[in-house]
């Protein structure tokens, strides 16, 4: 209970910090590598190598899109690879190798190719947003690229 309170209190912390801190790319590596620990934190503590609950991983690298930026999503790659690799070792440290080996090969390369997918889709969104901006600026007549006058431009286009 402890370590679901913690990731609370860190996500609520991370969100404050991500909108009052002048670094917010940090923020959001730093927010990353939190929900990967302690979502295996949590797993550990519970012993669920083997059930859907290490599907969390995957959820961390699909949200880690919903940024719209490419390089938390890459970095979130290896956090579920790192934290999945933990459950393995922990859970058959005095045991056996594990007797379903391809299940754990299969759960590990899984995000590693939804990975890029994402990213993927990140780039495709942000293309497509640069260049609705650029058409609605052509629209509206403004052409500095200065961040005040196309924020004011963009206003302006939306309420009209």
């Known amino acids: 209970m402890a370590t679901i309170g913690a990731w609370a209190a860190t996500s609520v912390l991370c969100q404050w910090r991500l909108k009052h801190w002048p670094c917010a790319g940090v923020v959001r590596f730093i927010w990353a590598g939190a929900d990967a620990v302690l979502l295996t934190t949590v797993l550990l503590a519970v012993d669920?190598?083997?059930?859907?609950?290490?599907?969390?991983?995957?959820?961390?690298?699909?949200?880690?899109?919903?940024?719209?930026?490419?390089?938390?999503?890459?970095?979130?790659?290896?956090?579920?690879?790192?934290?999945?690799?933990?459950?393995?070792?922990?859970?058959?440290?005095?045991r056996n190798w594990p007797e379903h080996l391809n299940w754990h090969i299969i759960f590990v390369a899984a995000p590693i190719l939804t990975g890029p997918v994402g990213g993927s889709l990140v780039q495709r969104v942000r293309a497509r947003s640069r260049f609705y901006d650029r058409r609605l600026l052509a629209q509206t007549g403004v052409t500095s690229a200065k961040p005040g006058k196309r924020q004011k431009a963009m206003s302006e286009a939306n309420a009209g």
Do not use: H, M, N, Q
């Open 48 to 94: 669920t190598l083997e059930s859907p609950l290490p599907a969390g991983f995957l959820v961390l690298v699909a949200a880690s899109g919903l940024w719209l930026r490419v390089a938390p999503v890459g970095f979130t790659i290896a956090l579920p690879v790192a934290g999945y690799g933990a459950l393995i070792l922990d859970r058959y440290w005095e």
